[in-house]
């Protein structure tokens, strides 16, 4: 019986491959936590993507306005579907770069709040592209939506 105590002991005792279980162990968490950091920057950049997007979309809608009415048009040059057509071809440039075939833009017009001004509605709708699907979690969807008001 001696015998048999005294291996047990020995590997007891023995601390040699403690480094790889711990890793084992904490490794998958620890680099979950780092793409979860990844992911969060990567989701941030597209919110804030989309919200410039909406502005620029915006400003572009505000401008065709305004040349109509300097040219005695007095109607707005851009439907919603040339505006939509507009918001998506930014989006996939510099600096937003955004993968337009997970952006969909809505620009509907509305009843107006203010007297004598049009306004319309702009959604974007974006799936962000997710780095955490070793851990089940596909594409993010987020929805920026601004109103627009034309004069």
């Given at each position: 019986?001696i015998r048999t105590t005294k291996p047990l002991a020995n590997?007891?005792?023995?601390?040699?491959?403690?480094?790889?279980?711990?890793?084992?162990?904490?490794?998958?968490?620890?680099?979950?936590?780092?793409?979860?950091?990844?992911?969060?920057?990567?989701?941030?950049?597209?919110?804030?993507?989309?919200?410039?997007?909406?502005?620029?979309?915006?400003?572009?809608?505000?401008?065709?306005?305004?040349?109509?009415?300097?040219?005695?048009?007095?109607?707005?040059?851009?439907?919603?579907?040339?505006?939509?057509?507009?918001?998506?071809?930014?989006?996939?440039?510099?600096?937003?770069?955004?993968?337009?075939?997970?952006?969909?833009?809505?620009?509907?017009?509305?009843?107006?709040?203010?007297?004598?001004?049009?306004?319309?509605?702009?959604?974007?709708?974006?799936?962000i592209p997710s780095v955490l699907g070793m851990i089940g979690i596909d594409?993010?969807?987020?929805?920026?939506?601004?109103?627009?008001?034309?004069?």
């Open positions: 019986m590997l007891y005792q023995d601390r040699s491959g403690s480094v790889i279980v711990e890793f084992a162990i904490l490794g998958p968490a620890m680099l979950a936590m780092l793409f979860g950091v990844l992911q969060f920057g990567i989701g941030m950049q597209n919110y804030n993507a989309l919200r410039s997007i909406s502005a620029d979309l915006a400003r572009y809608a505000v401008i065709d306005a305004q040349d109509a009415a300097a040219q005695s048009d007095m109607t707005l040059r851009d439907t919603n579907d040339e505006l939509e057509a507009y918001a998506e071809e930014i989006a996939g440039a510099a600096p937003y770069g955004l993968q337009t075939d997970r952006l969909t833009v809505t620009v509907t017009s509305v009843v107006t709040r203010i007297d004598e001004a049009s306004e319309r509605t702009i959604t974007l709708q974006y799936n594409s993010i969807p987020i929805t920026y939506t601004r109103p627009v008001f034309i004069a």
